[in-house]
């Protein structure tokens, strides 16, 4: 057992220990009523999972019609209702709660050493919401979808879609107040719920980036509420906002928009960042390097995402002054990624480094964010984006940023925190290899589209010119063994909520407060009140720990 | 947790609501008669600048942000920022785009 | 940032029940009251903070459009009442004042003090939406509703508005200007339709904290709940300090 | 191989023999927007490579077999400094350089040649200046920069050249342009990338670039006999536009003779550079672009003309060298309408029953 740093209790004595946060009530109500963040964050976990898949099925069906030039599978009507539904899916109900309203949810008290979240009311409140909005989008696909794409880019959606787009703008506009409370809470809660001795630099770099995420969630989701409700007025009632026969400019509409869903990048990278930094610790046994510089750039990255957002506009008609000025901003903030993506790599060097499930996923996020976040340059640069905006190299990109960034990031936190979350391991050789099929899957599927994109196939095409199908058939087969990869863990997983070894208190061995304490935790997550005396990812201080623990044992015997 | 000993429960005591209410009607009164002075592109100016004393009286003394912590006017600033942020960036375009090509 | 645990009376009558075990409402997962109370009112303000956004959003469009339509929000503005907007700001500062005495009723333990102060705040809120609705009722006798039967007889021949035209003596508007009027009604009932349903809202919640009120549910020593609605209520007043001046004042003397 | 799969034989045949990394170079901005490229990809492959490498190397040396216990390194204000600089360096560098290519796309020379396209759900309709009009299609010369004046009639669209290297949105209510100088005669992809709705996939067509004799030939070919200043000054007649713009010195308009390309004195202060755009927006927003001298009594004409009749006025404008035209058409107006009804472009032909299904289309 040289090449892991898996340390689990003699299994023949270990028991999951009897009063926890699942077992401390019971029946349905006992969590539909909770105010546990625990019992909220699995609440989200089971529909965050649900809706992921509804998504990625929307998403299967996707490549298959693409796996011909011709719209032959469904119809283009039918093709666009699903991309749409996709992307609304995928985005509003998927990446933008997934790490902060599961992980976060769960973590971050525990973190900082509190009993719960500030308000845990609004915390409920926050799942009710997004479960609201994500009935609504639910229903909208039932009673026909909606096909504007999930830009809703005016006039398409106010005057020349009759579909459904009041329910899924109500939809969207009610998840955006899930998030909003999230972000919200998460604020307060970092300022007010500290344990003693936990100063702002003795934090994790996962609480930090959340911090980060959660100011761009309460600062940017209000706007493009607005703008859905503008949308919502203009369509129902006729107000000339955004109608350029009416004297609106449907440009205004998109600059509101890309001031929330820009920034809304970060809050769904922002939280994978977090994964990363804690993972990349843990399984080197190092503290993070440049700490200071990790947590700052956090910061910097949500301060200049709100300065960027016409970069979506370069083409669409805005000044050419302007393209100027936000070209700049765009490339300012790519820099402070630049900055993470190094501090991570050299947090390997001198480490002690071992490779579980949690670490694959992590090298697989640095590579795949590494593609993702330069190839966000050359759509940055006005020139080229010229050739490459609104082609499958965008949609290349974001993929490679959301998916290969975070949802590789969301997967290392899962295996990462799952011992914690239910007090069990999963098996460590099937999740290792499902992390492999993931990377290869999403390289085989993504990849082919920046090629794709840079021949110039225009994104959201039903059929498409013949000579661009064997790329496809590519992404499509890449597709297939990428769905495989996500199937996995949900299997494996399931299965080690009864089977899977007793993980113990601290199986990595990793100095976070969440791992001083049982799992699955306590509902007040700690016994007494924690007293913060070492900085965040100090591994001395943790074999120091077991050393004394150790001596007190033996001095006893 | 805020460390501040001057913590948000200061209590205010009437004679400065009084006073307030007062200053804010006086500025109302200020507003509504300096809008029936034709004073050119001033109108608008002096119309927000008295707005935004109202609107800061308003915040510092019935919010009681004058007797509030750093961190409470921190977010404040951050939301006000932002706000500006969000007009001058978009209306910068639309101010430059009527400045033709180059 | 240091971290006191010291807990400073939230009220003079407080100290005991502060420093005692736990106050009632303490929730299990603040270590105290101070805590608890300073976490409600940063949320509140964070809140806030969204909101300014959220009307950030308007404000935006209502400058950009003010900007490329100048003459027609100056008609379009001409429409409205100054008296009626000048009256509606008086009673919602005074509505605010009225709740700023309510949270000090709070803070102080005075129970019919608090009462007699809410119901002065709800109905004064009620005034300043009557009164908005006597406002609406003219745009829409006037078909100065956009999209419903839009009127550019105002625009297009002022002299046919003999009560406006008296008081400002517009010229008439070229009738592609004259369209842009519905982009300036538009914003008009957009932003005061979005500030009357937020004071709509807070009378609501106003008539639920009277009934509590009466009930003393807020003179025994925590009043975060009064104190943030205080801060709600005094945010929607100050989006319509700047509605007023936006909307009624600014375009009196532009051509 | 050809044993085993007949079907994945015959895929990687077809695969090798079409592969290719970039759509052809058809146009002179082209190979320059490549070099950005390569350049940009050349970085990126440096610095995905330096991270791999790093990544790699040091989970060999220090995997925990090899080097059990770690040393705690707190961090390196100097790296700090090197992976923030170098990056925004290189990130300043693709600025400006993107910058510089973005000026040249969407600047067009003085003497490029300019077609009109309209996008509508779901066609593009390209106006040649001699009246020519193609759908889906677009004919061009070599070695002669176009300009292409763009206007959407109901969506956003984007009028997308791959092979050329350009794209611009198709905004409705507003002209944008784009330019190019075709350098290889074939036929080349044309796209419509902006989502426009059911059926954006079929906003496709086909850019042929012809040698200038082709060009010519294809231009004789397919005339309608009237060019698109013919069709707009039949519309400016029938419009009765000469009525106040007709130079007389009592006439209510200004006169329109040698309008484009002046710097116009404005009413309200200012001047303006009288291009498509301008006349575009006199037209239908008349009272926002009154020159000095003038008051604002013209009529809006939003939703009377069709995109493609507003292209055909701004052409008859542009083409306005004296005032002698417009006497003759004076002399005109009481033509009957009807008597140009059998045209073959009835949209942007003159009269009320040739006017009324292009208006509707924009009324919504």
């Known amino acids: ?439 290869i899957g999403f390289n085989l599927t993504f990849f082919p589209q920046f090629i794709l994109g840079i021949l110039g196939m225009p994104r959201r095409y039903a059929s498409y010119p013949p000579e661009f199908q064997i790329l496809n058939v590519f992404s499509t087969a890449g597709a297939t063994i990428l769905g495989v990869g996500y199937l996995l863990p949900v299997l494996y997983l399931t299965w080690s909520l009864k089977y899977g070894e007793i993980a113990g208190n601290n199986p990595w061995q990793a100095t976070g407060l969440e791992w001083q304490t049982q799992s699955p935790p306590l509902t007040e997550n700690f016994t007494e009140m924690p007293i913060m005396d070492h900085e965040a990812y100090d591994y001395e201080w943790l074999e120091n720990q077991k050393r004394q623990k150790e001596e007190e044992v033996a001095s006893a015997g | ?92 375009d639309y101010i430059s785009r009527a400045w033709g090509n180059w | 940032m240091p971290d006191s645990t010291t807990i400073t009376p939230s009220a003079p009558n407080a100290a005991n029940s502060a420093h005692s075990e736990h106050p009632p409402y303490l929730r299990h997962h603040f270590e105290s009251a101070e805590q608890q109370a300073d976490a409600a009112g940063f949320a509140m303000w964070l809140f806030l903070v969204t909101e300014i956004m959220f009307f950030g959003g308007l404000f935006t469009a ?128 957009l932003m005061t339709g979005m500030h009357a349903l937020h004071m709509i809202i807070g009378i609501g919640i106003l008539g639920f904290m009277i009934f509590r009120a009466r009930a003393g549910a807020y003179t025994a020593g925590h009043v975060t709940f009064v104190e943030n609605f205080g801060l709600y209520w005094h945010f929607v007043d100050v989006i319509w300090i700047y509605l007023f001046a936006l909307l009624y004042l600014i375009s009196r003397h532009g051509t | 191989m050809n044993q085993i799969s007949p079907v994945f034989w015959e895929f990687l045949v077809k695969w090798l023999t079409n592969f290719a990394l970039l759509p052809p170079e058809a146009s002179k901005i082209a190979p320059q927007m490549d070099a950005l490229l390569f350049f940009m990809v050349l970085v990126s492959l440096i610095g995905l490579t330096i991270v791999i490498l790093l990544v790699t190397s040091f989970s060999i040396l220090y995997s925990k077999k090899r080097h059990p216990v770690a040393v705690q390194v707190e961090g390196s204000t100097l790296l700090e400094a090197t992976w923030t600089i170098i990056p925004l360096g290189l990130f300043l560098i693709m600025f400006v350089w993107g910058a510089l290519i973005y000026f040249r796309v969407y600047t067009p020379p003085p003497n490029a040649m300019n077609i009109y396209v309209v996008g509508k759900q779901w066609m593009w309709k390209a106006e040649h200046p001699g009246g020519q009009h193609e759908i889906n299609s677009l004919h061009i010369p070599i070695g002669q920069p176009i300009q292409l004046t763009l206007i959407s009639q109901d969506v956003f669209h984007s009028f997308s050249i791959p092979a050329f290297r350009v794209k611009r949105e198709a905004i409705p209510g507003r002209y944008t342009t784009v330019w190019f100088e075709a350098t290889t005669p074939g036929t080349y992809h044309l796209f419509c990338t902006q989502y426009c709705g059911t059926n954006h996939s079929q906003m496709i067509g086909d850019v042929v670039v012809l040698t200038p004799e082709g060009y010519r030939k294809w231009l004789l070919e397919s005339t309608s006999g009237m060019s698109l200043a013919q069709n707009g000054e039949r519309l400016f007649a029938s419009l009765s536009c000469a009525a106040c713009h007709n130079a007389r010195p009592d006439a209510r308009g200004p006169s329109l003779a040698n309008v484009y390309g002046a710097k116009l004195p404005l009413a309200s202060g200012g001047t303006v550079t009288a291009d498509d755009a301008y006349l575009r927006e006199s037209i239908l927003n008349p009272s926002q672009h009154v020159t000095q001298g003038y008051v604002p009594i013209m009529p809006t004409y939003q939703g009377q003309i069709s995109e493609e009749g507003v292209i055909a006025l701004v052409e008859y404008i542009k083409n306005l060298n004296s005032d002698y035209r417009i006497e003759q058409t004076l002399n005109t107006t009481d033509l009957p309408p009807g008597s140009e009804g059998s045209q073959r472009r009835p949209a942007a032909a003159t009269g009320q029953a040739g006017q009324k299904p292009a208006a509707q289309g924009m009324v919504k």
């Open chain 1, 1 to 439: 057992m040289s090449d892991t740093i898996v340390s689990l209790p003699d299994q023949s004595t270990a028991r999951i220990p009897k009063l926890n946060y699942l077992t401390k009530e019971n029946g349905i109500l006992s969590w539909l009523l909770t105010g546990d963040h625990k019992r909220i964050a699995i609440l989200y976990l089971i529909s965050i999972t649900f809706f992921f898949f509804i998504g990625g099925a929307l998403a299967g069906l996707i490549r298959l019609e693409l796996l011909t030039p011709q719209a032959d599978l469904m119809a283009t009507d039918t093709y666009n209702k699903v991309f749409t539904m996709h992307g609304v899916i995928m985005i509003f109900f998927f990446l933008v709660p997934s790490v902060p309203a599961t992980l976060g949810n769960f973590l971050i008290p525990m973190m900082i050493g509190a009993k719960d979240l500030a308000l845990p009311r609004i915390n409920l409140l926050s799942w009710y919401l997004y479960m609201a909005g994500g009935i609504l989008a639910i229903y909208t696909m039932a009673s026909g979808g909606v096909d504007t794409g999930w830009t809703f880019t005016t006039p398409l959606s106010t005057h020349y879609v009759n579909t459904n787009v009041l329910t899924t703008g109500l939809a969207v506009f009610v998840a955006g107040f899930s998030s909003i409370f999230t972000g919200l809470n998460f604020i307060v809660t970092i300022h007010k719920m500290r344990a003693p001795g936990m100063t702002w630099f003795r934090l994790p770099l996962f609480v930090w980036a959340h911090y980060a995420a959660s100011i761009l969630m309460v600062l940017a989701t209000p706007v493009v509420a607005i703008a859905i409700v503008l949308v919502a007025l203009e369509r129902t009632l006729g107000i000339g906002v955004f109608d350029p026969t009416k004297g609106g400019d449907p440009l205004l509409f998109q600059h509101l928009f890309w001031f929330y869903s820009h920034p809304a990048v970060y809050i769904m990278i922002l939280p994978g960042m977090g994964v990363i930094s804690e993972t990349i610790s843990t399984f080197s046994r190092k503290r993070v390097f440049g700490y200071t510089a990790v947590a700052f750039s956090s910061v910097a990255i949500a301060v200049f995402g709100f300065f960027v957002w016409a970069h979506h506009m370069f083409i669409m008609g805005i000044s050419n002054y302007a393209v100027l000025v936000f070209s700049l901003l765009t490339m300012l903030v790519a820099v402070p990624s630049a900055i993470k993506i190094f501090n991570w790599t050299f947090t390997l060097y001198k480490g002690s480094i071992t490779f579980e499930t949690p670490m694959l996923y992590t090298f697989g996020f640095m590579g795949l964010f590494t593609i993702g976040g330069l190839t966000g340059v050359f759509l940055g640069a006005s020139g080229t984006d010229i050739h490459l905006t609104e082609t499958y190299f965008i949609v290349a990109h974001f993929h490679f940023v959301m998916v290969g960034g975070m949802l590789m990031a969301f997967l290392a936190g899962i295996h990462f925190w799952w011992p914690k979350m239910t007090g069990r391991m999963y098996p460590e050789k099937i999740s290792q290899l499902a992390a492999v099929v993931t990377f």
């Open chain 2, 1 to 92: 947790m805020s460390g501040s000993n001057e913590h948000a429960h200061h209590i205010v005591s009437p004679r400065v609501y009084v006073v307030i209410l007062i200053a804010l009607l006086i500025g109302t009164a200020l507003t509504v008669w300096a809008s029936f002075i034709d004073l050119g592109p001033w109108n608008p100016v002096i119309a927000l600048a008295i707005a935004t004393t109202k609107a800061m009286l308003v915040v510092l003394f019935f919010m009681h942000v004058w007797y509030s912590t750093k961190l409470t006017k921190l977010a404040i600033g951050a939301g006000i920022f932002m706000f500006l942020t969000l007009i001058s960036l978009t209306l910068a």
């Open chain 3, 62 to 189: 209502y400058l950009i459009y003010r900007n490329w339509y100048y003459p027609a929000f100056v008609a379009g503005s001409h429409q409205l009442n100054v008296f009626w907007g000048t009256l509606n700001t008086v009673v919602l500062i005074s509505s605010s004042f009225t709740m700023a005495m309510g949270v000090w009723c709070a803070e102080t333990r005075r129970k019919s003090g608090l009462v007699l102060c809410l119901i002065l705040t709800f109905v004064l809120g009620l005034c300043f939406l009557g009164i908005k609705a006597i406002e609406y009722s003219e745009k829409i006798e006037k078909h100065h509703v956009p999209s419903f039967h839009y009127s550019l007889q105002s625009f297009t021949n002022p002299a046919s508005d003999p009560e406006i035209f008296k008081e400002y003596h517009d010229k008439p508007l070229a009738p592609d200007m004259a369209r842009h009027t519905e982009v300036y009604f538009s914003l008009y009932f």
